[in-house]
């Protein structure tokens, strides 16, 4: 924000301090003068969402292969079947679970989904969105971050492969390390993105 002097305010997001933040050089940064925090880097922000334009867009490439190739096979007195994530969802609307089958689909599926291209989009796009269309896309990636749940289902696959150790046989397939790979890269990506800088000097649209 701007105060009435036309100096540029901004609050330390480690302690809070609000201070004037002196305009940056190339390859400057300004410091928290109470905790010593980075508060803006002249292209530290930038820098940081172009990484995370590559993880989304990496994960998102890797992301068919993620739910459509077998996570694992499962094998009992002979008779042997692939689980996939796709499968795994639309298994369970086909046998009546429809209000398990629409979480898992919903919150596994189509969810990550809508996220990596969010994120791909804000980030790979930010000059081309007026600043309405880049508010609503951050508040989809918010939501869809919050109820998405690729890493939740990674856990879950592992879980149930533990237990069932003892069962039956059970293989990795394919699909686990793409899966792996696709959660990793999301999450790293989620992490990378600074919503600030999409509001920085020179990345305005109208």
């Not at 369970?92 to 429809?98: D, I, P, Q, Y």
């Not at 149930?160 to 990793?184: E, I, Y």
Request: charged share 15%; glycine share 10%; proline share 3%.
């Amino acid at each position: 924000m701007r105060a009435d002097g036309g100096a540029t305010l901004a609050a330390c997001h480690c302690c809070g301090l609000v201070q004037t933040l002196p305009g940056l050089a190339a390859g400057e940064r300004a410091l928290c003068a109470r905790c010593g925090t980075t508060i803006l880097s002249s292209r530290g922000r930038r820098r940081s969402n172009r990484r995370a334009f590559a993880s989304a867009l990496a994960a998102l490439i890797l992301y068919p292969a993620a739910i459509g190739l077998p996570i694992m096979t499962l094998e009992q007195l002979g008779h042997r079947t692939e689980a996939s994530v796709w499968t795994g969802s639309i298994g369970l609307l086909r046998r009546g679970e429809l209000l398990v089958g629409t979480v898992v689909l919903v919150c596994s599926v189509v969810l990550p989904f809508v996220k990596l291209v969010a994120l791909l989009a804000i980030t790979g796009a930010t000059r081309r969105l007026s600043r309405r269309r880049r508010a609503l896309t951050y508040r989809l990636i918010e939501a869809a971050g919050r109820w998405g749940m690729l890493d939740v289902l990674l856990i879950a696959l592992v879980v149930a492969w533990l237990k069932l150790g003892d069962l039956v046989d059970v293989q990795p397939g394919l699909g686990a390390l793409a899966f792996t790979s696709c959660v990793l890269l999301s999450l790293v990506a989620g992490a990378w993105f600074d919503p600030h800088a999409l509001w920085e000097r020179g990345e305005e649209a109208p």
